[in-house]
T-cell receptor, first 115, second 112 residues
Framework: DAGVIQSPRHEVTEMGQEVTLRCKPISGHDYLFWYRQTMMRGLELLIYFNNNVPIDDSGMPEDRFSAKMPNASFSTLKIQPSEPRDSAVYFCASTLGGLFGNTIYFGEGSWLTVV | AQTVTQSQPEMSVQEAETVTLSCTYD???????LFWYKQPPSRQMILVIR??????QNATENRFSVNFQKAAKSFSLKISDSQLGDAAMYFC?????????FGAGTRLTVKP
């Protein structure tokens, strides 16, 4: 299996522009997570889906952020409009089953810089 | 490719006892950060401890400490006086300026 695939790997964009990050989870996994990582705040859970349905989006920072999962093999995280403080690494991760203790597989991250 | 290996899928410890979770990593970089994250059932990722590779002194945070062996590329986490609330998944991670990798996780159970 190719693992969790994220794109783009790196993105530099200007403030005010729309940013769309994409994720393909591991085939067969029914949970998908979006995390944001900064050195200041660590790794924050933004939102997660179970069977394509958003379960907890309490971590989404504000209305500028939105996430969708139209099918089991694809999810997007959109920021519109982007701001410099959104600069971070955004990780997508997936797992099979909701039991505590199941390992989570992370993608390589999308490294976003907003200037 | 840089990788992070956690060889213990599950660990168990008696309350008040000490447990050590192992982590090894592979990198050609000389400057990087290492992390241990705790993930409770809520799925949040809580930073437990962080170590800068250029620092020889092992990081400590209250009951949590690390044994950082740079030459061996080893970064184990020791939890002293284990508490029931320490039960969680623990992820080891590695970060450079343009890369970050996670281990597969260790599930820690704390027995009362």
């Amino acid at each position: 299996d190719a693992g969790v695939i994220q794109s783009p790997r790196h993105e530099v964009t200007e403030m005010g522009q729309e940013v769309t990050l994409r994720c393909k989870p591991i085939s067969g996994h029914d949970y998908l997570f979006w995390y944001r990582q900064t050195m200041m705040r660590g790794l924050e859970l933004l939102i997660y889906f179970n069977n394509n349905v958003p379960i907890d989006d309490s971590g989404m920072p504000e209305d500028r952020f939105s996430a969708k999962m139209p099918n089991a093999s694809f999810s997007t995280l959109k920021i519109q409009p982007s701001e410099p403080r959104d600069s971070a690494v955004y990780f997508c991760a997936s797992t099979l089953g909701g039991l505590f203790g199941n390992t989570i597989y992370f993608g390589e991250g999308s490294w976003l810089t907003v200037v | 490719a840089q990788t992070v290996t956690q060889s213990q899928p599950e660990m168990s410890v008696q309350e008040a006892e000490t447990v050590t979770l192992s982590c090894t990593y592979d990198t050609s970089e000389s400057d990087y950060y290492l992390f241990w994250y705790k993930q409770p059932p809520s799925r949040q990722m809580i930073l437990v401890i962080r170590q800068e590779a250029y620092k020889q002194q092992n990081a400590t945070e209250n009951r949590f400490s690390v044994n950082f062996q740079k030459a061996a590329k080893s970064f184990s986490l020791k939890i002293s006086d284990s508490q029931l609330g320490d039960a969680a998944m623990y992820f080891c991670a590695y970060r450079t300026n343009n890369d970050m990798r996670f281990g597969a996780g260790t599930r820690l159970t704390v027995k009362p």
